[in-house]
């Protein structure tokens, strides 16, 4: 091959390799920018469920009443419980929250009844489901209150001074206010207080008389505890 040739063999080639890279760097100014995988820890959003540990204080409202038996008036026992809350956020600043625990309680006459000591006892389970607005201005420091219902069980019930006790199940209020303090993404501590209007009838017989009346428990729910979010 002479050298003439070669030369023109090697000119081409070049031509050819400087316009295949210009039509390649077009194409690259033409395609979209992509954006970086996200790391795998960014992917996942923050998880809605949360839960909370607390010690329960239930302060109830000493008042209540036997139809029928003038100047009747009761009292009930305070008590200190474990209590488990699981809640649901729906948004940043809305969120549901249900709590479950269960405590004893004792019913004692007062006024005209005051002799009767001890009417008797009873298991007393309160869950309550209220809707809770979250304030998210403060870092750290998240303050909520919350309103919705509860539905008190009265189980396992005894008699003392009476021949027969029955507290019936019943529908509350409930209004509430408190707040976390985070520590860190997951952990923090809280602080809670709820007011339940519950005002339950019951039935009694107290010296062969069949009797009915209402009881004012109105207790106050006042509890320090655990945080978690997941």
Same mark, same amino acid.
């Given at each position: 091959? *002479?050298?003439?040739?070669?030369?023109?063999?090697?000119?081409?080639?070049?031509?050819?390799?400087?316009?295949? @890279?210009?039509?390649? #760097?077009?194409?690259?100014?033409?395609?979209?920018?992509?954006?970086?995988?996200?790391?795998?820890?960014?992917?996942?959003?923050?998880?809605?469920?949360?839960?909370? !540990?607390?010690?329960?204080?239930?302060?109830?409202?000493?008042?209540?009443?036997?139809?029928g038996?003038?100047?009747?008036?009761?009292? &009930?026992?305070?008590? !200190?419980?474990?209590?488990l809350?699981?809640?649901? &956020?729906?948004?940043?600043?809305? #969120? #549901?929250?249900?709590?479950?625990?269960?405590?004893?309680? $004792?019913?004692?006459?007062?006024?005209?009844?005051?002799?009767?000591?001890?009417? $008797?006892?009873?298991?007393?389970?309160?869950?309550?489901?209220?809707?809770?607005?979250?304030? *998210?201005?403060?870092?750290?420091?998240?303050?909520?209150?919350?309103?919705?219902?509860n539905?008190?069980? @009265? &189980?396992?019930?005894?008699?003392?001074?009476?021949?027969?006790?029955?507290?019936?199940?019943?529908?509350?209020?409930?209004?509430?206010? $408190?707040?976390?303090?985070?520590?860190?993404?997951?952990?923090?501590?809280?602080?809670?207080?709820?007011?339940? @209007?519950?005002?339950?009838?019951?039935?009694?017989? !107290?010296?062969?008389?069949?009797? *009915?009346?209402?009881?004012?428990?109105?207790?106050?729910?006042?509890?320090? $505890?655990?945080?978690?979010?997941?």
């Open positions: 091959m *002479t050298t003439t040739c070669t030369r023109r063999i090697s000119a081409l080639a070049a031509t050819t390799a400087i316009l295949l @890279f210009a039509q390649a #760097a077009g194409a690259a100014d033409l395609m979209p920018a992509v954006e970086p995988t996200p790391a795998a820890e960014d992917i996942g959003a923050v998880s809605p469920w949360q839960i909370r !540990v607390r010690g329960l204080g239930v302060i109830t409202n000493d008042e209540g009443s036997v139809d038996v003038a100047g009747s008036d009761l009292s &009930y026992s305070d008590s !200190v419980i474990p209590e809350d699981i809640t649901y &956020y729906f948004t940043d600043n809305l #969120a #549901a929250e249900l709590i479950l625990g269960t405590t004893w309680a $004792g019913i004692y006459g007062e006024g005209s009844l005051a002799g009767l000591d001890r009417i $008797g006892s009873t298991w007393v389970l309160p869950p309550t489901l209220t809707l809770q607005y979250h304030f *998210t201005d403060f870092g750290a420091f998240k303050p909520y209150v919350g309103a919705g219902v539905y008190t069980i @009265f &189980y396992n019930q005894d008699a003392d001074s009476a021949t027969d006790l029955h507290v019936k199940d019943s529908f509350g209020f409930a209004l509430q206010a $408190g707040f976390d303090y985070m520590i860190n993404e997951h952990w923090g501590v809280n602080f809670d207080v709820k007011k339940i @209007f519950l005002r339950p009838d019951f039935d009694v017989t !107290v010296g062969g008389a069949d009797l *009915t009346g209402n009881a004012k428990l109105d207790p106050w729910l006042i509890g320090g $505890g655990v945080t978690y979010r997941f």
